[in-house]
């Protein structure tokens, strides 16, 4: 577990993280992968600190100690009732076995045990993404607001504007 930034020796690890979490599904979407590396983990931890948001993550590691998942949840410095559930994905190589649920229900005790002013925990998922789905549903999550993104080539647009 890793509260706040990470520390050099771990952004590594977050790097990993974050290129697990490319294999979450993006519906039909055309969008690219998103590259990040020690750097960018650096400069999105500085962007942390700059808002004056807290991190908590939770490494999953397998039995040689490589990243294999895991999850994170930020915290709001204007709304301390509220916790922002955000990425949490295990390497599909390791998918099957519980490990997200349990990390999420790892950091959902921790927040219950150290952050009592939490009322409420906030996540957004895919529809199409029915393991997660199903965890969020075993840990007692609801739906309470749908979002449609579209997408368009921007010359369609522009002559249907016409």
């Known amino acids: ?50 808002r004056g948001r807290a991190r ?6 397998d039995p040689a100690g490589a990243c294999v998942g895991g999850t994170e949840v930020t ?8 916790v922002l559930q955000q990425n ?7 998918r099957g076995f519980g490990l997200a649920k349990w990390a999420k229900a790892a950091v959902l005790e921790r927040i219950r045990d150290e952050r009592p002013e939490a009322r409420r925990v906030r996540t957004d998922n895919a529809f199409s993404n029915a393991p997660m789905l199903a965890i969020n549903d075993a840990l007692g999550f609801k ?12 010359d369609h647009i522009l002559h249907a504007l016409r």
């Open 56 to 61: 908590w993550t939770l490494f999953l590691r």
């Open 143 to 154: 739906i309470t607001s749908t979002r449609t993104e579209w997408q368009a080539e921007a």
């Open 1 to 50: 577990m890793v509260d706040g930034v990470f520390p050099e020796h771990l952004r590594g690890d977050a790097a990993t993280f974050h290129h697990i979490m490319q294999t979450a599904p993006r519906e039909a979407l055309d969008v690219g992968d998103v590259i990040v590396d020690v750097g960018f983990v650096a400069e999105l931890d500085r962007a942390l600190i700059e």
């Open 88 to 94: 949490t994905g295990v390497d599909p190589a390791h």
């Open 75 to 82: 915290f709001e410095p204007g709304d301390a009732s509220t």
